[in-house]
Nanobody, 121 residues
Framework: QLVESGGGLVQPGGSLRLSCATS????????IGWFRQAPGKEREGVSC????????YYADSVKGRFTISRDNGQNMVYLQMNSLKPEDTAVYYC????????????????WGQGTQVTVSS
């Protein structure tokens, strides 16, 4: 139900936009999130957006650089990543929860396959 795209190799300071197709996932209340996992590290919540009750969440490490957005008509969620740093290198996952949730991976029951983002010169 969730398919990510848009990962790749980018130089430090560059930009990428990740896309998540959420077709088939229709709920009145939901949370869509982007998570990432680097080698040897735990999966962390990068940014989440809810169908109601408050604005988007961003991890401190990406505030001011990443922007999450959604296109309900196209059933898409995006993560615009600017000013990328080598420490942003990870596999990025799109995930969905069928309720209003915190941006914590254990709250999400639906996951995409992941897309690799590598920031390197």
């Amino acid at each position: 139900q969730l398919v990510e795209s848009g990962g790749g190799l980018v130089q430090p300071g560059g930009s990428l936009r990740l896309s998540c197709a959420t077709s088939g996932f229709t709920r009145d209340y939901y949370t869509i999130g982007w998570f990432r996992q680097a080698p040897g590290k735990e999966r962390e919540g990068v940014s989440c957006i809810r169908s109601a009750y408050g604005g988007p969440y961003y991890a401190d490490s990406v505030k001011g650089r990443f922007t999450i957005s959604r296109d309900n008509g196209q059933n898409m969620v995006y993560l615009q990543m600017n000013s990328l740093k080598p420490e942003d290198t990870a596999v990025y996952y799109c995930a969905a929860s069928n309720m209003i949730s915190q941006c914590v991976s254990s709250r999400f029951g639906y996951w995409g396959q992941g897309t690799q983002v590598t920031v390197s010169s």
